[in-house]
């Protein structure tokens, strides 16, 4: 395993730190979330098609942090 520096690692995309640096990973799946949601609202899709879009594609972001972020 490579030595730890300041930034810390990454370990299943969660950066780590000694703990968890919480507060950096919450903004950085707030970002992401809210980017592909603005995409899927600026596309052309329809009212359905933007339901699915959001739920296969924007909440899979924030699914995969729940149980590891508080």
Same mark, same amino acid.
């Given at each position: $395993?490579?030595? #730890?520096?300041? &930034? /810390?690692?990454?370990?299943?995309g969660i950066?780590?730190?000694?703990? $968890?640096?919480?507060?950096? $990973?919450?903004?950085v799946?707030? &970002?992401?979330y809210?980017?592909? #949601?603005? *995409? !899927?609202?600026k596309?052309k899709?329809?009212g359905?098609?933007?339901?699915l879009?959001i739920? &296969?594609g924007?909440v899979v !972001? *924030?699914?995969?942090?729940? /149980? !590891? *972020?508080?």
């Amino acid at each position: $395993m490579k030595e #730890i520096d300041d &930034t /810390g690692y990454k370990n299943l995309g969660i950066l780590e730190y000694d703990k $968890m640096k919480e507060k950096k $990973m919450k903004d950085v799946f707030a &970002t992401d979330y809210k980017w592909r #949601i603005k *995409l !899927v609202l600026k596309s052309k899709l329809n009212g359905k098609n933007k339901i699915l879009a959001i739920n &296969t594609g924007a909440v899979v !972001v *924030l699914r995969y942090s729940f /149980g !590891v *972020l508080d």
